[in-house]
């Protein structure tokens, strides 16, 4: 039996949740670090991008799932989507398109909600 077959079953759900999602992870990490540039809610902001990413990324073709846009054939995607979606986000908190809230709310919610229309854009 050929080691490679053999060995299949083992290394490739390894590499599938590793470098098969590195797209994914590089879309969070450019999000996170441009929204912490430009002063904004950083990890809201990398699910902002993932987000993007994945509604970008197409997961059908005929039917049929393919998942293959998530790895490395996806990195141009996450990039595009990543930018895209944290310069519109900076764009409507600059032009004070978000949903405010009063002070005495905690921040991680305030946060939430200054996203929200945005993320609908």
């Not at 053999?6 to 490739?12: E, F, G, T």
């Not at 809610?41 to 987000?51: F, V």
């Not at 059908?60 to 996450?78: M, V």
């Given at each position: 039996?050929?080691?490679?077959?053999?060995?299949?079953?083992?290394?490739?759900?390894?590499?599938?949740?590793t470098?098969?999602?590195?797209?994914?992870?590089?879309?969070?990490?450019?999000?996170?670090?441009?929204?912490?540039?430009?002063?904004?809610?950083?990890?809201?902001?990398?699910?902002?991008?993932?987000?993007?990413?994945?509604?970008?990324?197409?997961f059908?073709?005929?039917?049929?799932?393919?998942?293959?846009?998530?790895?490395?054939?996806?990195?141009?995607?996450?990039l595009?989507?990543?930018?895209?979606?944290?310069?519109?986000?900076?764009?409507f908190?600059?032009?004070?398109?978000?949903?405010?809230?009063?002070?005495?709310?905690?921040i991680?919610?305030?946060?939430?909600?200054?996203?929200?229309?945005?993320?609908?854009?």
């Open positions: 039996m050929d080691l490679s077959l053999a060995l299949r079953p083992i290394l490739l759900p390894t590499y599938q949740l470098l098969g999602v590195v797209g994914l992870i590089v879309s969070f990490g450019v999000s996170a670090s441009l929204a912490k540039s430009y002063q904004l809610p950083e990890r809201l902001s990398g699910l902002t991008g993932c987000m993007a990413f994945l509604m970008l990324a197409g059908y073709i005929d039917g049929q799932e393919d998942a293959r846009y998530l790895g490395g054939a996806g990195l141009f995607t996450a595009i989507a990543s930018l895209y979606s944290i310069e519109v986000v900076r764009f908190i600059r032009m004070g398109w978000y949903i405010k809230m009063p002070e005495d709310v905690p991680l919610t305030i946060q939430s909600f200054k996203l929200i229309v945005p993320i609908f854009a």
